[in-house]
Structure formats: C-alpha cells, structure tokens
Antibody
Framework: QVQLQESGPGLVKPSQTLSLTCTVS??????????WSWIRQHPGKGLEWIAY???????YYNPSLKSRVTMSLDTSKNQFFLNLSSVTAADTAVYYC????????????WGQGTLVTVSS | QSALTQPASVSGSPGQSITVSCTGT?????????VSWYQQHSGKAPKLIIY???NRPSGVSNRFSGSKSGNTASLTISGLQAEDEADYYC???????????FGGGTKLTVL
C-alpha cells in the first residue's frame, strides 16, 4: 500500500525558509483522484491543514498561511515539497504529509511526521 | 476561518459507548457528506477511521461508527477498550477558501 515519508532539517533559524520533502512509495503521485498534502501539529495542539497539490501542479493553500507557503512536486522522483518562508517560533510543529482523496477530502495514509523546531 | 467544534474531552469505562460530536456550518459539514474522522495515539500520526460521514476503511473495527445530522457529525465508539484512548479529530470539506477544516480534537479517556 502507499507509504509516505517526510524528510528535511529538524532545526530552522527564524526568518529562514523551512523546506520539507515527502517521498511516496508503492504508489504514483501522478495519478488523478488524489491530492498530496501537508498538515502540521503544534506541540500539544490540534491539526492544521497547510496545503495540497494535485498531480498537474495545481495548488490549494490555507488562507492563513498562503502568503508564506509554496508547494511543488517532482513526478519523476515521486516526491512533493513544502516551502514555508519567514518562519518564526510559532512555526515549530510536527509536519505531516498525507494523501488526500480529491473532493471528499479524507486524508489517508499519513507519513510518520517530522518535528521542525524554529530557533536560533 | 473557524475550525469545526469538538468537545475537548470525553470519557467512558471499558465496554461502554461514547459519542464525540463535531459541529460546523452549512458551508462545510452541513452542506456536504464529506466528513472524516481520525484517531491519533500519543506520539503517533493520525489514522483515518471514518470517511464520507459513515464509511470505515478496511481494517478499522466495526466498533467505530459515524453519522451526521444537520451541521453536526458524530463519531460513536462502542464496547470501549483501553486501546481506544487517544485523540480524535473530525475534518470536513468547506466551500469557503480554506478548502479543509479540522476540528480542534477530542481527548478520549478510558476510565
């Protein structure tokens, strides 16, 4: 079954750009019918949807983060990416990637998550 | 964009049934049959347990069930077990610019 794995630096300095990669295995990100998404969870808090991208590159962003977020994908590597610019301590969170059923918006499966800390 | 509203916590004894509510508006939960529920054990990634209001993915126990009435969706767990102790989140599609709304999460304690 499809598996997702996040990777990227665990520590980012304030004002810099947070960059994460999600590698998808046992399934192609090039098929229709699914979005590929990033979600984050602040320590001890709930889930916050960040963005998702379709295989054709069309993106949808959470309005509260839209000015700082960019998603992209590389179908040749079966990977998709998150860039979050001008980070502050408030961006410290566990970042998850997940596959999303288009329209119905259910998230399955999820990656294991990666903790990103913003600190100097 | 407001999140969906869930109770912060619920509790129950082994063998009992509990229900977690998730309240939205007609622009999201009430307007579409696209409600999903997730179980998250401490330190783990969320797991899909209900999709499209009341459907269970393969492998999810039939002790978990979902429903919706108006602007409120519900997750019911019957025959509570110790392993059900976790956080539960609802999600809905929204016609507003946010596209996706998460509930604030409900902590289930099995007494």
């Amino acid at each position: 079954q499809v598996q997702l794995q996040e990777s990227g630096p665990g520590l980012v300095k304030p004002s810099q750009t947070l960059s994460l990669t999600c590698t998808v295995s046992s399934g192609s990100i090039s098929i229709g019918g699914y979005y590929w998404s990033w979600i984050r969870q602040h320590p001890g808090k709930g889930l916050e949807w960040i963005a998702y991208i379709y295989y054709n590159g069309y993106t949808y962003y959470n309005p509260s983060l839209k000015s700082r977020v960019t998603m992209s994908l590389d179908t040749s590597k079966n990977q998709f990416f998150l860039n979050l610019s001008s980070v502050t301590a408030a961006d410290t969170a566990v970042y998850y990637c997940a596959r999303v059923k288009a329209v119905a918006n259910w998230f399955d499966p999820w990656g294991q998550g990666t903790l990103v800390t913003v600190s100097s | 964009q407001s999140a969906l509203t869930q109770p912060a916590s619920v509790s129950g004894s082994p063998g009992q049934s509990i229900t977690v509510s998730c309240t939205g508006t007609s622009s999201d939960l009430g307007g579409y049959n696209y409600v999903s529920w997730y179980q998250q054990h401490s330190g783990k990634a969320p797991k899909l347990i209900i999709y499209d209001v009341s459907n269970r993915p393969s492998g999810v126990s039939n002790r978990f069930s979902g429903s919706k009435s108006g602007n409120t969706a519900s997750l019911t767990i019957s025959g509570l077990q110790a392993e059900d102790e976790a956080d539960y989140y609802c999600t809905s599609y929204t016609s507003r610019s946010a596209h996706v709304l998460f509930g604030g999460g409900t902590k289930l304690t099995v007494l």
